[in-house]
T-cell receptor
Framework: DQQVKQNSPSLSVQEGRISILNCDYT??????FLWYKKYPAEGPTFLIS?????DKNEDGRFTVFLNKSAKHLSLHIVPSQPGDSAVYFC???????????FGTGTRLQVFP | DAGVIQSPRHEVTEMGQEVTLRCKPI?????LFWYRQTMMRGLELLIY????????DSGMPEDRFSAKMPNASFSTLKIQPSEPRDSAVYFC?????????????FGDGTRLSIL
């Protein structure tokens, strides 16, 4: 069973607009949530994270929102740039483990 | 700073052969992770080590897979004998211990093709 789900396999957004990537989870024990970005032929790179005690974390153009009651988080990219075109993975971890559970990823394409 | 280094980048071999993937973590990182990426299942954790000791190997698919970490700067993932369904991209990652509070740093992966 998938504890972390990214239901949209792909998303296409015009340059300058907002990109919103969504992620749902089932385990209420998760205490950290992370977003990774992956370009072809490269490993995933860490983008931004949020603790379960917060509902928002911002880093430049990237903001992650957490809705614990809905077990839902989202990554907002504003404004979107062509260089943001990549696969984005949502991941979650539980207390007392270093293990990350990843979603299946969403491919974002930002077009001019 | 050198990141996580994986070798080889690509491996093509015939079914039944032994395959060994290698990983050098970032110096100072105590935790090391092996993942497999497939289209169907995304990124799956196979095994992870803390201070060279295997902590969780529940993701290792079957006995044909084994992983070792003989010292803090080197780990191997071995498949013997290999099968076509093992074809995937295998990633190694490392981090400081601390769960989700310590982001994992990934290597660029080994693309494995079993014919």
């Amino acid at each position: 069973d998938q504890q972390v789900k990214q239901n949209s396999p792909s998303l296409s957004v015009q340059e300058g607009r907002i990109s919103i990537l969504n992620c749902d989870y089932t385990n209420s024990m998760f205490d950290y949530f992370l977003w990774y970005k992956k370009y072809p032929a490269e490993g995933p790179t860490f983008l931004i994270s949020i603790s379960s005690i917060k509902d928002k974390n911002e880093d430049g153009r990237f903001t992650v929102f957490l809705n614990k009651s809905a077990k839902h988080l989202s990554l907002h990219i504003v404004p979107s740039q062509p260089g943001d075109s990549a696969v984005y993975f949502c991941a979650a971890s539980a207390p007392n483990t270093d293990k990350l559970i990843f979603g299946t990823g969403t491919r974002l394409q930002v077009f001019p | 700073d050198a990141g996580v280094i994986q070798s080889p980048r690509h491996e093509v071999t015939e079914m039944g052969q032994e395959v060994t993937l290698r990983c050098k973590p970032i110096s100072g990182h105590n935790s090391l992770f092996w993942y497999r990426q497939t289209m169907m299942r995304g990124l799956e954790l196979l095994i992870y080590f803390n201070n060279n000791v295997p902590i969780d190997d529940s993701g290792m698919p079957e006995d044909r897979f084994s992983a070792k970490m003989p010292n803090a700067s080197f780990s191997t993932l071995k498949i013997q004998p290999s099968e076509p369904r093992d074809s995937a991209v295998y990633f190694c990652a490392s981090s400081f211990p601390g769960g989700g509070n310590q982001p994992q740093h990934f290597g660029d992966g080994t693309r494995l093709s079993i014919l």
